[in-house]
C-alpha cells in the first residue's frame, strides 16, 4: 500500500524548498499545511485532489510528481512571511550580521512579488488539473502588473553612491 501524496512529509518538503532540516521550520510547517491543502482543493477538480490526497496514493506519476511540485511552492509561498521576520526582542528587525556577512530581510513589497511567483509556478504545473476558480486564479497571478527596482553600476573606483542616482536609475522589470 502506497501512501498519500500530499500533504507532502517534511523531508520531502524541506528537499523540494532547500530548506534546511530546523524545528522552527518543521513546526511553522506542522501548522500551514492544512492551509495549503485548502487551497489546492478550492482550485482543482475533486477527483483530482480525491486522488493526491487519498490514502492509497496515486498511480498518475505525473500528476503526482505535479501536485508534489506544487504543494512545495505554495507551502514555501505560505511560511515566506514568517521565515522572512527576525525579531531581537523588542521587534521586527530588517538586517543581521556584520559588514561583509550582514544579510537583509525581504522588503514587504519584494516578500508580495516572490509570494506571487510561486504561486503562479504552483498553479502552472498542475495546470491540466485545475477547475474553472483555479484557472480564473491562474489567469489573474499571470496579468501581475509589471514591477520596477533600483539598479546601479558600481565601478571598482567608486566607494560611494550619490543619492540622487537612485532616483535616476529605474528599470522596468519585463516579467
Not at 498518475?60 to 505554495?74: I, P, Q, V, W
Request: proline share 2%.
Amino acid at each position: 500500500m502506497s501512501l498519500a501524496v500530499l500533504p507532502l512529509a517534511i523531508a520531502d518538503f524541506r528537499s523540494f524548498t532547500n530548506l534546511p532540516d530546523d524545528t522552527r521550520i518543521t513546526d511553522i510547517y506542522n501548522k500551514h499545511t492544512a492551509r495549503v491543502l485548502s487551497f489546492i482543493k478550492k482550485c482543482v477538480t475533486t477527483e483530482d485532489y480525491t486522488a493526491v490526497t487519498d490514502a492509497d496514493g496515486d498511480d498518475n506519476t505525473d500528476r503526482k510528481n505535479a501536485f508534489e511540485y506544487a504543494f512545495s511552492r505554495l507551502g514555501l509561498s505560505v511560511m515566506l512571511p514568517i521565515l522572512n521576520t527576525n525579531t531581537a526582542g523588542k521587534g521586527i528587525i530588517t538586517e543581521t550580521g556584520f559588514d561583509t556577512g550582514r544579510t537583509k530581510l525581504l522588503s514587504g513589497a519584494e516578500l508580495k512579488h516572490r509570494q506571487l511567483d510561486l504561486n503562479l509556478e504552483a498553479l502552472e504545473t498542475i495546470e491540466e488539473y485545475l477547475n474553472d476558480d483555479g484557472l480564473v486564479l491562474l489567469a489573474s497571478y499571470s496579468e501581475k502588473p509589471k514591477s520596477f527596482f533600483r539598479a546601479a553600476v558600481i565601478t571598482q573606483t567608486e566607494t560611494q553612491l550619490d543619492e540622487d542616482l537612485w532616483d535616476d536609475i529605474i528599470l522596468w522589470r519585463h516579467s
